[in-house]
């Protein structure tokens, strides 16, 4: 993606909502951290995960960290592709996945105040105006992979890139998505996501693992700006909660030990013959897992060319009947031409 990363206009005549954050140890730890990042997670999966059917089970993939899990679009009764419902669900994502969490509570505010809707309605065409005005773009996919990772995933995101867009017309830099989650150990986990929806698998794949490389990788220089952002734009609004996390991205805290970065990669291309995955007949089942296998060899090799093979990653692998169709059917949703 390309393009700037400030503060937007319109958000910037906004009263500041930001929380205070305080470089001091706060009382926030153990199972109340957890408590309060598994809080932050936002969306009824009822509303969304039936429209991707997911094909077997997640796949540990020998000789890395990463896990693959393939889904394919659900299909209706007259064994169409639910394209239009995918791209519907997609798109009423977009205010989640754009406006921080300070704005849209403040909207909650006026409408408990006032009874008015007003300032949703201000929040979801400002969520739709950040979208780049044109074909061939990445941003369908990325309210994809925000679904899949608050939904699916349960990691919540802690930094609304989007809001910090200037110019609708050209993408944020860096990776597609920041999120958060307190990993068993106690260690706070750190999820990058990167989306590619390609007509081809390979150049998917390639594009995929290239983008997100320098995020995950042992040269930190890339990852450290996205901290700096995270840092600075935190989308947590309780100030005992953005305090505690804070310190995780202060280079002088000893909490900064206590990071681990992760990848969420979603990966979307054509697939011919598309099939309905609840009538699938032996043959085409055989043919899918044929397909299948040479998907995860070639995110093996993808994530061995980057030097990625023993950082802990998600791969949703899915394949489209026509990602084409489905970028365009986002931006219909979306209202962007």
Request: aromatic content about 8%; glycine content about 6%; hydrophobic content about 40%.
């Amino acid at each position: 993606m390309a393009g700037t990363v400030r503060c937007p206009t319109w958000s910037c005549s906004q009263p500041a909502e930001q929380p205070t954050v305080r470089m001091t140890e706060t009382r926030v730890t153990g199972d109340l951290f957890a408590d309060m990042l598994n809080s932050l997670v936002r969306g009824d999966p009822n509303d969304f995960l039936h429209l991707l059917t997911a094909y077997d089970v997640p796949v540990p993939l020998e000789g890395s960290s990463a896990t693959v899990r393939t889904h394919f679009l659900a299909t209706d009764a007259n064994g169409s592709p639910a394209v239009e419902l995918l791209g519907t669900a997609m798109a009423r994502a977009a205010m989640d996945f754009c406006i921080p969490r300070s704005r849209i509570e403040h909207a909650l505010k006026h409408l408990q105040a006032t009874g008015s809707a007003s300032h949703f309605s201000r929040l979801e065409q400002q969520a739709r105006e950040l979208f780049v005005e044109g074909d061939g773009t990445g941003e369908g996919g990325e309210l994809l992979l925000f679904l899949l990772m608050e939904q699916v995933l349960k990691v919540p995101q802690i930094l609304a890139k989007m809001s910090l867009k200037t110019n609708s017309n050209v993408h944020v830099h860096g990776s597609d998505g920041v999120h958060a989650k307190l990993g068993d150990d106690g260690v706070l986990d750190l999820y990058w996501g990167e989306s590619k929806l390609y007509q081809s698998s390979s150049d998917a794949f390639t594009d995929c693992f290239d983008s997100i490389g320098p995020f995950l990788g042992a040269d930190g220089d890339t990852r450290r700006r996205d901290l700096l952002l995270v840092r600075e734009s935190l989308n947590v609004q309780q100030d005992d909660l953005a305090a505690h996390l804070v310190q995780y991205f202060d280079e002088t805290s000893a909490k900064a030990l206590e990071l681990r970065w992760n990848g969420v990669c979603l990966v979307g291309f054509d697939y011919s013959e598309y099939p309905d995955v609840k009538k699938l007949a032996a043959a085409e089942s055989a043919k899918i897992r044929h397909a299948m296998k040479r998907w995860q060899n070639s995110i093996f090799k993808r994530l061995e060319k980057n030097s990625l093979l023993a950082v802990n990653i998600d791969v949703f692998c899915i394949p489209f009947p026509d990602v084409d169709a489905l970028r365009k059917m986002v931006r219909k949703k979306l209202g962007v031409s």
